[in-house]
T-cell receptor, first 116, second 117 residues
Framework: AQTVTQSQPEMSVQEAETVTLSCTYD???????LFWYKQPPSRQMILVIRQEAYKQQNATENRFSVNFQKAAKSFSLKISDSQLGDAAMYFC?????????????FGGGTRLMVKP | KAGVTQTPRYLIKTRGQQVTLSCSPI?????VSWYQQTPGQGLQFLFE???????NKGNFPGRFSGRQFSNSRSEMNVSTLELGDSALYLC????????????????FGQGTRLTVV
């Protein structure tokens, strides 16, 4: 079974600064997808960024980028130029690319606070 | 394009009762997954339905069941409610690539907050 671990229950960042959220995972599969989801107080999970394991290039989406280290099974999220609207719970998630279906395994989440 | 719609948004039930939650996926999406979110256990996968068939199942007791209709709408049922079933229940829909048979990203609804008293 796959596991996803987020070791930082809470993080804070000053507005306009950069913050990195950590995620590690464990799997015996060679092909998989990794995701970062954001859950604001409205509770709706919003996809921030995705990474295919077979791609060596790190994914980027505007101010969001990842550092994917496959050998170390690490998948951190970097948020640049932090904005007040970035304050939310962030979840790292794993999905198999071998097994059919869309079952996501989530980490415990990191609460990000943005200080004005 | 409308997003994933979950109804109701809030629900209060008594121990021992049963409850049915509904999820309407994004138009064209055939995969619907359900998750339970609690402060103690975090986000846990319940089950996934695709083309009216359960494709994956998490580690939950048989009191938790679901189904999917021909229009891809899904319902989740919890029987004999326990206090520990109080949670946010999230539904997610995905579009299956017929060519690769793999799903794209999951799009989530706003959830149903169930309180068992």
């Amino acid at each position: 079974a796959q596991t996803v671990t987020q070791s930082q229950p809470e993080m804070s960042v000053q507005e306009a600064e950069t913050v990195t959220l950590s995620c590690t995972y464990d799997t015996s599969e060679s092909d998989y997808y990794l995701f970062w989801y954001k859950q604001p107080p409205s509770r709706q999970m919003i996809l921030v960024i995705r990474q295919e394991a077979y791609k060596q290039q790190n994914a980027t989406e505007n101010r969001f980028s990842v550092n994917f280290q496959k050998a170390a099974k690490s998948f951190s999220l970097k948020i640049s130029d932090s904005q007040l609207g970035d304050a939310a719970m962030y979840f790292c998630a794993y999905r198999s690319a071998v097994r059919a279906g869309n079952m996501l395994t989530f980490g415990g989440g990191t609460r990000l606070m943005v200080k004005p | 394009k409308a997003g994933v719609t979950q109804t109701p948004r809030y629900l209060i039930k008594t121990r021992g009762q049963q409850v049915t939650l509904s999820c309407s996926p994004i138009s064209g999406h055939r995969s619907v997954s359900w998750y339970q979110q609690t402060p103690g256990q975090g986000l846990q996968f319940l089950f996934e339905y695709f083309s009216e068939t359960q494709r994956n199942k998490g580690n939950f007791p048989g009191r938790f069941s679901g189904r999917q209709f021909s229009n891809s709408r899904s319902e989740m049922n919890v029987s004999t409610l326990e206090l520990g079933d109080s949670a946010l229940y999230l539904c997610a829909s995905s579009l299956t690539s017929l060519r690769t048979a793999m799903n794209t990203e999951a799009f989530f609804g706003q959830g149903t907050r169930l309180t068992v008293v």
